[in-house]
């Protein structure tokens, strides 16, 4: 069955640093893959998109890659800032079903002052 | 702001009871999917609903049922309920104007469902 892996340490970083979270797959090739933002007590925020012909996704300070042969997505955030700490969850279509997603647990990030 | 609500914000229910969740999304919306979310865990796909017919449903038992209405408000119904149901629930609303956009789903802020 369709799964998803994401670091579930939490990552603490300086305010400054590029922040780099990791989403994993297997048993599986999705169409595209996406990024979420969710602070606590709130629903998840659309990020990014990346489709499966794109190896690269950028959207202000955010950067996503999409590699299809290692089944892996790397979500960067530059000059982080501690605004930025929230859950970040990475979500892939359900097989055979546009817009029904399959999520990972999320990463807690947490930038410092 | 995403411009989906949810009501409630917080209920509380006893095993073997029934509860109505309900989403209010933004007009023109006519996609919403409902997710179960655990503690620490991701959103579950429960099912998903188009111009108000069922299209697909996720790994829940059939005492999860929903409605979708004209308005773009949408129900979310559990029969039975047990301890396990005890979850942050999220709708989520989609429209298909363009390719792009149907893709964005914009999530409410949640109810938190705790079954005693």
């Known amino acids: 069955s369709q799964k998803i892996e994401q670091n579930s340490e939490a990552l603490n970083i300086q305010e400054g640093k590029t922040a780099t979270l990791t989403c994993n797959y297997t048993n599986y090739s999705p169409a595209y893959l996406q990024w979420y933002r969710q602070d606590p007590g709130r629903g998840p925020v659309f990020l990014l998109l990346i489709r499966e012909n794109e190896k690269e996704k950028r959207k202000e300070r955010l950067k996503v890659t999409f590699d299809t042969t290692l089944k892996q997505s790397l979500f960067h955030i530059t000059a982080s800032q501690p605004a930025d700490s929230a859950t970040y969850l990475c979500a892939l279509p359900l097989s055979g079903g546009y817009n029904k997603l399959i999520f990972g647990a999320g990463t807690r990030l947490a930038v410092h002052p | 702001e995403t411009g989906v609500t949810q009501s409630p914000t917080h209920l509380i229910k006893t095993r073997g009871q029934q509860v109505t969740l309900r989403c209010s999304s933004q007009s023109g919306h006519n996609t919403v999917s409902w997710y179960q979310q655990a503690l620490g865990q991701g959103p579950q796909f429960i099912f998903q609903?188009?111009?108000?017919?069922?299209?697909g449903r996720g790994n829940f038992p059939p005492r999860f049922s929903g409605l979708q209405f004209p308005n773009y408000s949408s129900e979310l119904n559990v029969n039975a309920l047990e301890l396990d149901d005890s979850a942050l629930y999220l709708c989520?609303?989609?429209?298909?104007?363009?390719?792009?956009?149907?893709?964005?789903?914009?999530f409410g802020p949640g109810t938190r469902l705790t079954v005693t």
């Open positions: 609903y188009y111009r108000e017919e069922e299209n």
């Open positions: 989520a609303s989609s429209h298909d104007q363009t390719p792009a956009s149907f893709y964005e789903q914009y």
